[in-house]
């Protein structure tokens, strides 16, 4: 599925890109990088350590929609920032990924197989880690269709999306 589909020089998107670590790993793999943060702090941490104007990172917030082309970017991407989401935030995310991409949402989070270590600091941030963990395939299917899942690791797994009928 993903073969297909995944080509250096494709415009690829990061949403919650952090510091920046996965828009560098597309970046030097021959993508054209968006990353999006809704926090200033990780956007200046990501521009000192990315070192490069080729990668446009932005200051915006999905939960309003994005300022971005219906079907602008091949792949979007999401790397742990589903899980502390509300329900209805995440949903919002999912919509907005599948309208601003052409082919594939990806998105690399936890899976029902974490460690209590990670209970324990997730419970005590306040999110909607355990909400996630027991609906995310469900909540995906209703908003994708069709979701491939693959484990990685112990306590992580890629959740691959494929946009219909685009």
Known sequence: LVEDYVKPGQQ???IG???GALCSELYDRGFHVTGLDSSTGMLEVARRKLNTDSINLMHESFLDGTSFEDN?????FASFVAHGMISEARRKLYAEMARITKHLVIL???NERRSV???LIEGMEGGDYFNFIQNVRQELKESFGEVSIIDFGDRASVYIAKIQNK
């Open 12 to 14: 690829v998107i990061d």
């Open 117 to 119: 270590f990670t209970d």
């Open 72 to 76: 602008q970017f091949d792949i979007s």
């Open 108 to 110: 690399y989070d936890y």
């Open 17 to 19: 890109c952090g510091t």
